[in-house]
Every structure is written in structure tokens, then in C-alpha cells.
């Protein structure tokens, strides 16, 4: 059995990660989920979150935040379709914290025309991409 496998991270925009891991981590709709070598077909969504690669070959960590999508494994590899994936050396911290305070402000208001499900959406993905900028900076 193969030690490495196939993973690419695609968004709706461009092809973020293409490359043989060894492991990937990423946050499932039910809970976290590890993916090793030889791992049953599965399809599952995903919750925004930072997806870990540990790059086959090479001892070093890929950190990609998701803000949801789907997570397709095959025999051969791994497939993360995602609604916007962000490489983490490009995630923006004051972005991030600006659309965090956003979404909060947008659900203490009390406007009749308020979606709250959408800003609550917003707020999780915000808070998801602060902390995939936190752990980016505890891996430096």
C-alpha cells in the first residue's frame, strides 16, 4: 500500500493545493476528520475550518481555510471542493477580525430585513478563519 496519496484543494476561483500528502485533517460536518493512506471512499461536507496537509516527501504542513464545501476520498486521493479556500500564508488578520465585528453587529441589530441565518454563517466563517491565522502563527 501506497505511503502518499493525491490531494487538491480547489475553489470556485483557482486550484489552492495539488500534491502528495501523507495525512489530512480538516473539519467535517460531524467533527474533524483524519485522512491517511488507504482511507474508505467517502463524501462528506465541510464546515469552515483550516484543512492540514502534511506534504508527502517533504516534513512540512500546507494550512488551507475553507469556508466550507465538500470533501471527496478516493482510493487513490483526496478531493476538497471548497466555497473559498484561502492558502494560510494569504489569510489577512484585520480582514478577517473586520468582517468578525461585521457579523456580530449585523446580529445584535434589530432590523425586521436582518437575515439572521446569513450573518451567522458570516460569523462562523470569521471566527474559522481567525482561528486557522492563529494556528498558522503557533506553527511559526
Do not use: C, W
Not at 36 to 43: A, F, T, V
Not at 61 to 80: C, D, N
Not at 85 to 98: M, P, T, V, W
Amino acid at each position: 500500500m501506497s505511503k502518499v496519496f493525491q490531494v487538491d484543494v480547489v475553489s470556485a476561483k483557482e486550484s489552492i493545493f495539488s500534491g502528495p500528502a501523507t495525512f489530512v485533517a480538516l473539519p467535517g460536518e460531524s467533527g474533524e476528520l483524519g485522512i491517511l493512506p488507504g482511507h474508505i471512499p467517502l463524501i462528506s461536507r465541510i464546515r469552515p475550518g483550516t484543512v492540514r496537509i502534511q506534504n508527502g516527501g517533504a516534513d512540512t504542513e500546507e494550512l488551507v481555510f475553507v469556508a466550507g464545501g465538500i470533501l471527496e476520498v478516493q482510493p487513490r486521493g483526496v478531493t476538497v471542493l471548497a466555497d473559498t479556500a484561502i492558502r494560510g500564508k494569504d489569510l489577512d488578520e484585520a480582514k478577517a477580525l473586520e468582517a468578525k465585528r461585521a457579523a456580530e453587529e449585523a446580529l445584535a441589530s434589530k432590523a425586521a430585513e436582518m437575515d439572521y441565518a446569513k450573518a451567522q454563517a458570516e460569523l462562523m466563517e470569521a471566527i474559522a478563519e481567525i482561528n486557522a491565522i492563529q494556528r498558522l502563527r503557533k506553527k511559526k
